[in-house]
């Protein structure tokens, strides 16, 4: 095997169960960006006939660079198969996202999704959510003092996410993100609850019924599947 075939296993798996006549969900973030570029391999070289849903401006844009059909989500009921990426994943296969910033429209497309996929390397296997990463909230601007004072009330301290000329962080939709430390004290239901009530809040990085498999790179090509048992 090359070392770029070992290189794309995780997205030659993740990309692997898409056929002919499904719209497909681009994920975002730089393992979403590996699948995009094998799925585009497949359209080139298979002929491949496929539409996209993406969800995030960056993964659009690197969609059609690719050669990808993109759909305009507004218009879409339904998704065959998404694949995206994760930041986190607890042995209950509930995912912590939000690196990138566009949990919102990954949350909404993987709703409407049959089937879910997310790709991590074995490192991103976690005991509990908020091991090696913070929580990313997505709050509306107008809001940000009050949510922030909600946000501690529930134990959750952080700060505003900026770019990388120190401005602050916005997201696709224009909302501001508010990165906090998730600890092992902190019931990620409990927490999700919270946040999913609070006005000003439009979303939240704990991904916790989402996935249907998680594809789990190991190194030197060989991919782990762990499938959540969905009850009938």
Known sequence: MSTQKVAD????AA???IT?????????GSTARRAIRALAERVREEGLKVKCAPTSDSSEAFGREQ???M???AL???VDYLFDGADEVDPGLRILKGSGGAMTRERIVAWAAKRVVYMVTAEKLVEHLGSRTTLAIAVIPFGLASIR???RDLGLNGVCRRDLKGQLFLTDNGNLIVDVALGAEHDADEIAEALNAHPGVVDHGLFLYEADEVLVDRGNGAIERLVRERTP
């Open 20 to 28: 002919s006549g499904m719209i497909v969900g681009l994920g975002t």
């Open 9 to 12: 296993a995780l997205a030659d």
């Open 67 to 69: 050669g990808l059909p």
């Open 76 to 78: 879409v009921e339904e």
């Open 71 to 73: 759909l305009e989500f």
């Open 15 to 17: 990309v692997a169960p």
């Open 149 to 151: 004072a909600h946000l």
